[in-house]
């Protein structure tokens, strides 16, 4: 299937960079471009995207806005570009419920792969972003994206969602989950989902953080 993609950047040097890279790719359709939050939710809600690519640092509505609204009105997955030094703008994303987070110096590949991967209902976290996390989270003087205490609705997962919230937190696609505990891909998808419900989660980027905060 075609994956179609909205990219929002408010850079036109950057967003011509993006849309020149994606279109040249097979597999994948750029419907629209916006310069700003706001008309990347104007889009959004217009042409149903398979998922935005989201600056964070945009005038009128900010990407993190924008991710929180086209999250909670099930518009599209979103892929948000950040900078090394923006950790305040990666922590929003992640409680707004961003799929995926990529540098904005990636390689063309790395962009291509981190589309495809978020497309197919996968989370994705630039490696460099995920030490910073991880870090984030081992100081405890510092303010957190979420309650480090363990989540309450923990208790109420079962044991096969234990485990796959375990590997989400090591990172492993739901192929490689399915391998893992020996379980067809599409029964990985349904653990995920059941799981995300249960801990009130809004991708499987912020499980995969919490299940690194928590130790499982």
């Given at each position: 299937?075609?994956?179609?993609v909205l990219?929002?950047?408010?850079?036109?040097?950057?967003?011509?960079?993006?849309?020149?890279?994606l279109r040249?790719?097979p597999?994948?359709?750029v419907v629209g471009q916006a310069?700003?939050?706001?008309?990347a939710?104007?889009l959004?809600r217009?042409?149903?995207p398979?998922?935005?690519?989201?600056d964070?640092?945009?005038?009128?509505?900010d990407?993190v806005?924008?991710t929180?609204?086209?999250?909670?009105e099930g518009?599209?997955?979103?892929?948000?570009?950040?900078t090394?030094?923006?950790?305040?703008?990666?922590?929003?994303a992640?409680?707004?419920?961003?799929?995926?987070?990529?540098?904005?110096d990636?390689?063309?590949?790395e962009?291509?792969?981190?589309?495809?991967?978020?497309a197919?209902?996968?989370?994705?976290?630039?490696p460099a972003?995920?030490?910073?996390?991880?870090?984030?989270?081992?100081a405890?003087?510092?303010v957190?994206?979420?309650d480090?205490a363990?989540?309450a609705a923990?208790?109420?997962l079962?044991?096969?969602?234990?485990?796959?919230?375990?590997?989400?937190?090591e990172?492993?696609s739901n192929?490689?989950?399915?391998?893992r505990?020996?379980m067809?891909?599409?029964?990985v998808?349904?653990?995920?989902?059941?799981?995300?419900?249960?801990?009130e989660?809004?991708?499987?980027?912020?499980a995969?953080v919490?299940a690194?905060?928590l130790?499982?």
């Amino acid at each position: 299937m075609t994956i179609r993609v909205l990219v929002a950047e408010d850079q036109s040097a950057v967003r011509a960079g993006l849309v020149l890279i994606l279109r040249a790719a097979p597999g994948i359709e750029v419907v629209g471009q916006a310069a700003d939050g706001e008309e990347a939710l104007a889009l959004a809600r217009e042409l149903r995207p398979d998922l935005v690519l989201m600056d964070v640092r945009m005038p009128r509505l900010d990407g993190v806005s924008a991710t929180r609204v086209v999250v909670a009105e099930g518009l599209a997955d979103v892929l948000v570009l950040t900078t090394f030094d923006l950790d305040e703008y990666v922590f929003g994303a992640l409680r707004a419920g961003a799929a995926g987070f990529l540098l904005k110096d990636a390689e063309a590949g790395e962009l291509l792969t981190a589309v495809r991967t978020v497309a197919r209902g996968e989370g994705l976290i630039a490696p460099a972003v995920t030490r910073r996390l991880i870090a984030e989270f081992a100081a405890p003087t510092r303010v957190r994206p979420r309650d480090a205490a363990p989540h309450a609705a923990l208790g109420t997962l079962t044991r096969r969602e234990r485990e796959v919230l375990s590997c989400l937190g090591e990172g492993l696609s739901n192929a490689e989950i399915a391998g893992r505990l020996e379980m067809a891909e599409a029964t990985v998808k349904t653990h995920v989902s059941r799981l995300l419900g249960k801990l009130e989660l809004r991708s499987r980027v912020q499980a995969a953080v919490l299940a690194q905060e928590l130790g499982i």
